[in-house]
């Protein structure tokens, strides 16, 4: 049969790739009943999204989803009615033969990097013809506005939302109850130079923070913060008002209930930057860092979209906070925006909860990729009756 589907990934580093790759085809299997297969390049990378998941395995059922090793040589397959191709990963070969063989040929996208950069939305579905070949790929640009190609999100996220139990959660992480005026953080970061005095003014603060950290690329600066040799999940760790606690990395669905859990959560890339909008709590955003400071405009961009309709407080101080956990030259020291932070923590609770609401509007990545898909058929049938 053919599939619906054909979303390909190729793992650069981090789990970004893969993760939004999983994210939009186990979306697209579960709620508009597609047939989605998706060829990974790494498959342990995979993994660690998917516990479950057999990295040995060529073929194998996730979640609804065919998941596929992408293998070279490639072996012929038919090619499904929508291709997308994952932030540039370039097809292989023989495959692009095979749509370009098809009436009416696949459509294709190119699905892009999310950014809140204004030039998005001019580029958002531009096409771009094959050199040699009968097909046009389109480029498709997740972002912040309804001229994109919105955000991933899945329909039943406020349910399960609604369904988490706070309490019992915290229960099985063995935190136990929360203390007076105690601060739940999580910190899912990349290597950080603001780090060490970032957990300098926790430690020295007057209120306690909990700061659980999923087991990743920054542990080896907090170990070296801590005077430690090491880290791994289980590990905990107090100095003075703050206590540090490395957990395991979890699948996405179990990623959001730390993100629902915590007063502030620490995000980087890009799927994590989304999931702790969704989680409406406020957030520090670690942009993936790119040679010659690129990283800083799509910074910027992100936080004049996010924060376009907060009062002036809030504005400086999340800008503030956001700034130097970046490293912006200029930005202030970072003991000093964590403070300006904490002064007006409740204002900039409100603004997180009242955010998604505005989140929405750009609407959802699965649908309109569907959308896209369907209009495009629709014209080339009528175009080549
Ligand atoms: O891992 P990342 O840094 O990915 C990056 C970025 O996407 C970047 O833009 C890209 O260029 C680069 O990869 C190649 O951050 P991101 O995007 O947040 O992806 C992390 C994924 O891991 C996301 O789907 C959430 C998920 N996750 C879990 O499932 N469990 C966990 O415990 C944690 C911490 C994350």
């Known amino acids: ?10 793992v ?7 993760g939004v790759a999983w994210r939009l085809a186990r979306t697209l299997a579960r709620e508009q009943g597609a047939a989605v297969r998706l060829w990974v390049d790494d498959l342990r990378a995979f993994q660690r999204l998917w516990p479950t998941a057999d ?43 095979a749509m370009a063989a098809q009436t009416p040929a696949p459509v294709w996208l190119n699905l892009e990097y999310l950014s809140a950069e204004d030039w998005v ?6 096409p771009s013809p094959h050199p040699r070949l009968p ?9 912040f506005t309804p001229e994109t190609g919105g955000v991933l999100i899945e329909a039943d996220y406020a349910a399960r939302r609604a369904a988490f139990d706070e309490t019992a959660w915290a229960g099985e992480m063995g935190l136990g109850a929360r203390q007076q005026n105690e601060l739940r953080v999580s910190l899912f970061a990349y290597e950080n130079a603001a780090l060490p005095a970032l957990l300098d003014a926790w430690a020295s603060g007057d209120r306690p923070v909990t700061c659980l950290v999923p087991e990743g690329r920054v542990l ?7 005077g430690v040799s090491g880290l791994a999940a289980g590990a905990g760790h107090r100095r003075d008002a703050l206590t540090l606690r490395v957990i395991p990395f979890t699948d996405q669905d179990c990623y959001d209930q730390l993100l629902w859990a915590c007063d502030l959560n620490f995000v980087r890339g890009e799927d994590s930057c989304v999931r702790a909008q969704w989680a409406a709590r406020p957030m520090v955003w670690q942009a993936y860092p790119q040679t010659g400071g690129a990283h800083w405009d799509k910074l910027e961009a992100l936080l004049a979209c996010y924060l376009l309709a907060a009062t002036p407080d809030v504005t400086e101080a999340v800008s503030g906070l956001w700034r130097c956990w970046n490293g912006i030259p200029g930005a202030s020291n970072i003991a000093r925006a964590w403070g300006g932070w904490l002064t007006h923590h409740e204002a900039i609770t409100r603004h997180a909860q009242a ?7 750009a609407g959802r990545l699965s649908v309109k990729l569907a ?12 175009s080549n009756p």
């Open 1 to 10: 049969m053919r599939p619906d589907w054909d979303i390909f990934c190729a």
């Open 371 to 382: 959308e896209f898909v369907e209009s495009t058929l629709k014209s080339r049938v009528f």
């Open 135 to 143: 097909l046009t790929k389109h480029f498709f640009f997740p972002g």
């Open 12 to 18: 650069i580093d981090n789990y970004g790739d893969i």
């Open 220 to 226: 080896p600066q907090l170990a070296a913060w801590l």
């Open 121 to 126: 939305s001019h580029h958002h579905g531009l």
């Open 355 to 361: 955010w998604p609401r505005t989140l929405a509007r």
């Open 55 to 97: 990295p040995e395995q060529p073929v194998q059922q996730c979640a609804g989803v065919t998941v596929c090793a992408w293998r070279t040589p490639w072996a012929d397959v038919n090619p499904a009615r929508a291709v997308i191709e994952a932030f540039g990963c370039a097809l292989p070969e023989p495959y692009l033969a």
